[in-house]
């Protein structure tokens, strides 16, 4: 990627920011471009300092990051925005949340600071940072008790729309596999792959990855702590 990803900080915390800051500005190719210290303050400078990815902690004051998350996302000036989720845990169910919210993925925030500027890279390159380990067994734990205050993303009628080679490859996607190794496991191209996904996500409403995970598991597609699969 040789364009510059311009990032937006939001964190209650001042010295997480400015620890933050000084990561991003020192690497080449990325641009802090505004903190925010509350979720208010964070969709707006979503808004007019042009961001490509905002990087959000979720427990702020005023308004949350899950709450600045859903604006976000269903905000359609706002419509290229990533968000990628902070939170001091990687057990913290709020994650949940933030995915169904319209989050492209998540960090805690004790990761290295390497991990944090790949993670900014795959979510302004419009991939959920999604993997088959600590977020897969998040995502079956939470959803294997969904909170009922939460709305949930998942329209399990709509699966109807989709080919037999479609819910098979929404079933890997839930699972955690990337392009590639969907193509791997089905004897496709990477592109065939890429081209089903996008489908996928253009017949079900969803924004990114992350909500087809979440959509997955909620509409019975992937049974939380079985094979899943249809």
């Known amino acids: ?31 802090v471009v505004g903190e925010a210290c509350h979720g208010g303050e964070a969709v707006e400078l979503a808004r007019t300092a042009r961001a490509d990815v905002v990087v959000m902690d979720i427990r702020m004051p005023r308004l949350d990051g899950i ?29 949940i949340e933030a995915l169904r919210a319209g989050a492209s993925g998540f960090l805690v925030k004790d990761t290295r600071p390497q991990d944090l500027l790949d993670a900014i890279r795959t979510v302004a390159a419009g991939e959920a940072l999604l ?71 253009g017949k079900l409403g969803a924004r990114d990855r992350a909500q087809l995970v979440v959509l997955a598991y909620e509409s019975g597609l992937i049974v939380p702590g079985g094979s899943g699969g249809a």
Request: net charge negative; proline share 7%; aromatic share 2%.
């Open 131 to 201: 993997s088959p380990g600590p977020t897969a067994r998040l995502i079956e734990r939470v959803l294997r008790h969904p909170p009922s205050t939460v709305p949930a993303t998942g329209r399990p009628g709509a699966l109807g729309e989709l080919s037999p080679r479609e819910r098979e490859v929404l079933t890997l996607v839930a699972r955690g596999l990337n392009n590639t190794e969907i193509a791997d496991a089905l004897v496709l191209s990477p592109l065939t792959a890429k081209t089903h996904v996008s489908r996928i996500m």
């Open 67 to 95: 709450e600045a998350t859903r604006r976000i996302a269903s905000d359609e000036d706002l419509a290229g925005v990533k968000v990628l989720v902070l939170t001091t845990y990687d057990t913290d169910e709020h994650i």
């Open 1 to 31: 990627m040789t364009e510059v990803i311009r990032v937006v900080l939001a964190d209650d915390q001042h010295l997480v920011r400015s620890a933050f800051a000084m990561l991003i500005t020192a690497t080449p190719h990325m641009e």
